[in-house]
Nanobody, 124 residues
């Protein structure tokens, strides 16, 4: 059974940085894509970034390019989201998700496994 556990959220001032972690367990993730989505109050869930487990592919939402970086440590079965130059509009619950595909996609429907989320709040 796949389990995804996010951590690293918190309160940060605008312009600051945070690194989110997603610890994955339950199976071998060699043929999986791991992604980050986020959801702000009153808004739909939004794609942030995704990576293949091999690291050969990485995909970002346009608004996050240059500020966010997704990476993974296969030895630790962990995926990270480094977030820099944070803005108040980045405030949301951030979710880790896994899909059985070697090529990451931005569609939430493609991801069958989800974590519980971690809150990120950026103050102005």
């Amino acid at each position: 059974q796949v389990q995804l556990v996010e951590s690293g959220g918190g309160l940060v001032q605008a312009g600051g940085s945070l690194r989110l972690s997603c610890a994955a367990s339950g199976r071998t993730f060699t043929n999986y894509a791991l992604a980050w989505f986020r959801q702000a109050p009153g808004k739909e869930r939004e794609f942030v970034a995704a990576t293949s487990w091999s690291g050969d592919f990485a995909y970002y939402a346009n608004s996050m390019k240059g500020r966010f970086t997704i990476s993974r440590d296969s030895a630790k079965n962990t995926v990270y989201l480094q977030m820099n130059s944070l803005k108040p509009e980045d405030t949301a619950v951030y979710y880790c998700a896994a899909a059985r595909t070697m090529v990451p996609t931005p569609r939430a429907l493609d991801y069958g496994y989800w974590g519980q989320g971690t809150q990120v709040t950026v103050s102005s």
